[in-house]
C-alpha cells in the first residue's frame, strides 16, 4: 500500500491570473509532491496545474504496465489545457517529471521557460544499472533505505509507492534516453534546483542538461540541506522564491508589466 495516507494523489487545478505554471510529479510519487510550490505560486497569482500521470496514484501494478509515450502523451494534453487558460505558460516539473518537462520544452520551443526540479537525467544506485535486467526476473522490489525527504514533517505530505516498479523503471530509462537526445532542441530559459544531498540524482545530472541543451539561459539553485524531493523537503521555501523570482524576469513585457 503507498505511504503515507495522510494525503491524496489527486490531480489539481488552481486557478489564477494569465500566467500558467504546469508543475508534474515525479516517478512512483503523486501531485502532492508539487503542491506546498503550488500554493505558493498561486498566492502569486500563477495558475497552477498538477496532472497525475498515468500508472501513479492507484497502484504498482498499474504502474508496470505504463508505458513512456503514456506519461508524455499526458503531459502534452495538460499543457494544452493550461495553454487554453493562459496567455504564458512555464513547465516543470520534480524528477522524472523534470524529465518530461525538458520534453515539452524540445516539443514547444515557445514555451516561457523549465522549471527543472532534482531533474533525473542521471539516476544513482545499483537498481538503476540493473534494471534492464531485472525486469526480466522481477516485476516489483522493495524501495531502498535512501529517504528522499530531509525533513521528518515534510514526509506526512509525500504520497508515493513504497515499492520499486522494476518494469516501470526500465521505461523512464527509455525515456531519459529519448530526452537525452532532444537537448539539442532545448533553447527555452532554464531554472534547475537540486540539492548536493540528493541520495537519488547526482549532480552530474545537471551538469549534463548544462552541456547538452542549446540555451544559455540557466539559472541554478543549489541546496545542501534537502534530499531527492526538494519541492516538499527542508529548503522547499528557497526553491519556490526562487521559481517566482525565475518567472517574473522571463514574463513578456506585457504580463510584467501587468
Known sequence: ?????????????????????????????????????????????FTVSGPLLPGHGTSVADLNRTRWQQWTAHVEAALADLRSRCETVFVGGLSLGGVLSLYLAAQHPDLAGALLYAPAMRISGWRARL???????????????????????????????????????????????????????????????????DPVVPTAAVEDIVRGVSTDDISLLTLERSGHVVTLDAEWQQVAEKTVAFIRAHLPETEAAG
Open 1 to 45: 500500500m503507498p505511504q503515507p495516507d495522510t494525503t491524496t494523489p489527486a490531480p489539481f487545478l488552481l486557478a489564477g491570473g494569465s500566467v500558467g505554471v504546469l508543475l508534474i510529479h515525479g516517478f512512483t510519487g503523486a501531485p502532492s509532491e508539487m503542491r506546498r510550490l503550488a500554493d505558493y505560486l498561486h498566492q502569486h497569482d
Open 131 to 197: 534494471v534492464p535486467l531485472l525486469k526480466y526476473v522481477v516485476r516489483v522490489i522493495p524501495k531502498g533505505e535512501e529517504e528522499p525527504l530531509a525533513d521528518p514533517e515534510s514526509r506526512a505530505l509525500h504520497w508515493c509507492y513504497d515499492e520499486y516498479p522494476v518494469v516501470a523503471a526500465h521505461e523512464a530509462h527509455r525515456l531519459i534516453a529519448h530526452v537525452r537526445r532532444q537537448l539539442p532542441r532545448v533553447t527555452c530559459p532554464l531554472l534547475i534546483a537540486y540539492s548536493l544531498a
